[in-house]
């Protein structure tokens, strides 16, 4: 099971588009994967057979799990699942050659210790389960998630200490309860933003920092691009020209291509721009890989075949997770101003407004320009304020210069 993402520790099968003893070819789609938020399509990583399928259709398991094993045409695979390392990043096993007598994999033999996912692990420790009192029903017997959801709790209770009771307080009239009109289940996409965003908003400092930028220099030059690439049906947006000025940016404010990483500041040699996309239900974020090596024409042709990809649930790894820095722009509907929330890990993300016609001050005289604000969100124990203003002013200065993006 491949990791589509940082914080992804598991994933379930939503189908596999080969079966048993069919031939496969590297490169060719071989299941798909149903994360929190999409669905994404995997890769053979080599040519063969599809032995054995180990994780069917509907089933979930943990990030390096081995799902299926893909065999030399007429080897045989004695058992249906091979040890694999904690985190193997391939997707399917390759089984190695092994005499008839030699299984591939030899059967768990129990000798007291404990076989758990980690995510069943982790899950119990915060509850407080004893996972010896646990029977499990993943392969070889290992405790998985589900198993340690339907346990009780086992954990100690503290004491409750009882306050001295004060003078009678007169009770306040009770309201009359509200009347529902029903209850709408989160999705599984609307969980996965409740708990991250959760996560950031609280445990994370944020600072925001705010600037107009004049576009009809931008707009311009854009103009003039999408005339030159129309016959190739590549068409320049403003966010990807924004996208062009916050990646360049990065390379002189490399805080903001950061991480927190507790006792230090993780560094990350990419640049890789993560775009929130929305969805039915929700948004999600789609990234932009190398962003700051690629051209305006590059960007205007990959980022809208991407989100398509995403959009219709034929993802591929790699379209999401692994950003370093991401852009939200609520342009699109009207919105002046956006403040966003940082997407973890990333120590910034920038919130994108409309572009409109307004009355500014210049050399004395009021005169209509195409105005746009940005807004920076930035983490305060990786930068501060005085550099985000710089960062931003950076990006201010691309957008009204933009020759800058394309030379």
């Known amino acids: 099971m491949p990791q589509m993402g940082f914080d992804m520790t598991e994933g379930t099968i939503a189908a596999w588009l080969k079966k048993e003893g069919e031939m496969v070819t590297k490169g060719e789609p071989l299941a798909e994967i149903e994360t ?42 004695a058992t249906a699942a091979p040890a694999a390392p904690a985190a193997a990043p391939a997707a399917v096993e390759k089984a190695a050659p092994a005499p008839a007598a030699q299984p591939v994999a030899a059967a768990a033999v129990n000798t007291g210790r404990i076989m758990a996912t980690p995510v069943a692990k982790r899950i119990a420790e915060e509850r407080g389960i004893d996972l010896r009192n646990i029977v499990g029903t993943g392969p ?69 920092v705010s600037m107009q930028v004049e576009m009809d220099a931008a707009l311009a030059l854009r103009a003039q691009i999408n005339e030159s690439l129309k016959a190739d049906g590549v068409k ?72 398509a990809r995403v959009r219709e649930g034929k993802g591929q790894p790699g379209d999401m997770g ?33 572009a409109s016609a307004q009355a500014v001050v210049r050399e004395g005289q009021i005169v209509i320009r195409t105005m746009m604000k940005l807004t920076l969100a930035g983490d305060h124990r990786v930068t501060d304020g005085a550099e985000g203003a710089q960062f931003l002013g950076e990006i201010k200065r691309l957008l009204e210069n933009p020759w800058g993006l394309v030379l």
Do not use: C, W
């Open 36 to 77: 929190d938020k999409t669905t994404i399509q995997i890769e053979a990583f080599a040519s063969g057979v599809l032995a054995k399928i180990v994780v069917h259709a509907g089933q979930k398991t943990p990030v390096g799990e081995v799902i299926g094993i893909i065999a030399a045409p007429g080897e045989s695979v």
């Open 140 to 208: 070889e017997g290992r405790i998985t998630r589900s198993d340690v959801e339907a346990a009780p709790a086992t954990g100690k209770v503290a004491p409750v200490v009882v306050a001295p009771v004060a003078a009678p307080v007169v009770a306040a009239p009770v309201a009359a309860p509200v009347q529902s009109s029903g209850r709408k289940p989160l999705t599984r996409m609307r969980q996965t933003i409740v708990q991250r965003m959760t996560q950031v908003k609280g445990p994370v400092p944020h600072y925001y």
């Open 236 to 307: 320049v947006s403003v966010n990807d020209m924004v996208v062009k000025a916050v990646a360049t940016s990065l390379r002189r404010f490399p805080n903001f291509n950061a991480a927190f990483g507790g006792d230090a500041i993780e560094l990350r040699e990419q640049i890789n721009i993560g775009i929130a996309v929305a969805m039915d239900g929700g948004l999600i974020v789609i990234t932009l890989k190398d962003a700051d090596k690629k051209t305006l024409r590059q960007i205007g042709a990959e980022v809208p075949a991407v989100a």
């Open 322 to 354: 692994g950003q370093t820095f991401t852009t939200s722009n609520l342009g699109m509907y009207g919105v002046d101003e956006v403040i966003p929330i940082i997407n973890m890990p990333d120590s910034g993300i920038l919130g994108i407004g409309g």
